[in-house]
């Protein structure tokens, strides 16, 4: 049986704090990567200047998030600052089901969850430098006031606490390394044994 | 403090079947990542034609071996078709600190035995793409008879059943996708959360 026959797409989560720049290391990484599938989540919050519904996020009312969670079509959901973001099961299992790597982007305890439902999701957390650069760069957004820059470090803080659940620690130094060490890890988890017993069957019994 | 100051080299274990073209895949890592140590494995057997003492492994006497089995000079060791192949730990313990990643060429049992005394060390299988594609390789170096490759490829059978021993399992299909897929495993494995979590010491308690 050849290799892709078999294959799964991989499951990765990312997270990590406000102001970290994931946005822009997903972007690099999908750049060359455009197989993978980002899955966009949806949520409650009130779209951003720039962003766009079925892009940057499915955004939908609370109601409608609701009736989501009761009819069970979401893999996680969590609510954070006030609102609720979520992701659709239906839509990963069909591409992980057809060997297409799915990226999420999600929040702590949306992560713990998927580890949860899916222990084979790879879990990375992106973390800045330093908190003095998260500070900077918080700053360098000009979409916060000063008292919503120290919810968010503290906010940080806290997530920061959650990063042992995780699997890898990517440092988003630069982005173009940080894409380059997500994508390593994605290379590399695809070799993982159990993933690849398969490809050995038969040679224990070979015959010359 | 830096992520320099506190990094330790990697200790990767590379095993895989006679003829599945090891050392070309060592050569292609080692052209694209210099700063690697190849750690040059001691034994008893015979050098072939073209190998160099030093180089391709460092040739002593079944005398000489077993001195070294008896001072504790080893980190694991086996006898294999009738030789003695075993590897220095000073030496790499020396590289690990100093923040140089190391490569062990050994086979299966040396590797569990590395496995033992550093459960950090990542262990790496080289498969070929079928057993077909072996023994055609076998046959391709010219350096054994009929009966000689028909024990190799029985050895490469029982060595394959080791496989779930090891972290990673990598087809040697194309010799560069091979040392590519190496080096993703060594960039991802440097990201695993317990070797960075130092990292992220002190962001939790962080104000802004």
């Known amino acids: ?7 799964r797409g991989e499951l990765i ?11 822009t290391v997903i ?18 919050r009130a779209p951003r200047v720039g962003e766009q519904d079925g892009v940057n996020y499915n955004f939908v009312s609370r109601e ?6 009761r009819d069970g079509e979401l893999l996680e959901y969590a609510e954070y600052v006030g609102n609720y973001y979520g992701t659709s099961l239906k839509v990963i299992q069909e591409q992980l089901d057809r060997g297409v790597d799915v990226l999420l982007d999600i929040e702590v305890q949306g992560a713990a969850h998927v580890k949860e439902k899916c222990p084979e999701a790879v879990l990375i957390f992106l973390i800045p430098p330093s908190i ?34 995780y699997d890898y620690l990517v440092v988003n130094d630069t982005v173009v390394d940080a894409a380059r060490q997500i994508q390593a890890i994605l ?22």
């Open 13 to 23: 989560v990312l997270s990590g704090p406000s102001g970290v720049g994931k946005s």
């Open 64 to 69: 409608e998030f609701e009736r989501m969670i």
């Open 187 to 208: 290379e590399a988890e695809r070799c993982r044994t159990p993933k690849r017993l398969h490809l050995v069957e038969g040679f224990a019994s070979a015959e010359p």
């Open 132 to 165: 003095e650069e998260l500070s900077r760069r918080l700053r360098g957004r000009n979409t916060d006031d000063e008292e919503a820059i120290a919810r968010r470090l503290v906010q940080a803080g806290e997530e920061c606490r959650e990063c042992p659940r």
């Open 27 to 44: 972007a690099e990484l999908l750049s060359s990567r455009p197989d993978i599938h980002f899955s966009v989540s949806f949520t409650t």
């Open 1 to 7: 049986m050849s290799e892709t026959q078999k294959k």
